[in-house]
């Protein structure tokens, strides 16, 4: 079942009182078409960047063969040319219906999960798990960059508008790398606030970046989902500044033991480092 912008009301599971299963149950899983969306924005079926959305699950457990509790952290990601993104809080219930499955291996689960969320993804993905012996390599870091919050800016208003979006026409070309920790969006569905730190790298004419800041923020009373808000910065960006280069990712604060993470590019091939930061 493919669930369109105009459905999420009946169709979705967001929002809603939910039966979380314990037994797996691949049917939990809820793609919703990323044409819709990317419509809106005017975008071709040859679009303007690649890259992927970076989840990572910290609530994966399954039982093994003798019934005792297996832990995991789990790393999929999502290239951004799937037809589908794959609803959140079904991706959760999804998760959770392993919690009383018997798998003989994490090599079977992490072949189940590859299978199904690729199936709901509409082409493959990759999943990795990431086990506890393994948990002490895991670090913090964040986003590399220039930093935007540092700017003592008035706002005025708190929904994107591109106007707000110029460059130095008679500057020469630069690369720069801006972050803010100040990007916040709603749930389309439920209003609730999503949180996240978003680094922009691009060649071009210099971008105001009091105007950027501006923009960033006015996403704050803005309703999309994450990977539609990431793509939507990326457009606005790349026609209201003409980078040659551009590239653009969010790290989301984690809700239900997921977090989200978006990557758009127009020239890097390398995906940046899934490194998580201090709020998620």
Known sequence: MIVHAPEFTDKTVLGRASVYPTEYDAGLLLPISRRDKRDELGLPSALPFFGADIWNAYEVSW???????????????????????????SF???LNSYNQTRIASPELLTAQLRTDLSAAAGASVLVRLVLPEEFSTLALGEL??????????????????????????????????VVSHLLKSNCPVTGQPDW??????YAGAPIDQ????????????????????????????LRACKPVKLSVYARYTRRGGLDINPWRTNFSAAAPPNLRHARQ
């Open 92 to 94: 959760k219930l999804y």
């Open 63 to 89: 039982l093994n063969a003798r019934g005792k509790p297996q832990i995991a952290i789990a790393t999929v990601t999502v290239p951004a040319d799937t037809p589908y993104l794959i609803e959140s809080k």
């Open 144 to 177: 590399a960059g220039e930093p935007l919050d540092r700017l003592d800016i008035d706002i005025d208003s708190y929904a994107p508008d591109t106007a707000a979006l110029t460059v130095q026409d008679d500057a020469p070309i630069i690369e720069q790398t």
């Open 210 to 237: 009091a105007g950027l800041l501006r923009y960033l923020i006015g996403f704050r009373n803005h309703n999309e989902f994450h990977e539609q808000c990431v793509e939507r910065i990326f457009v606005d960006i």
């Open 196 to 201: 996240a730190s978003i680094q922009i790298r």
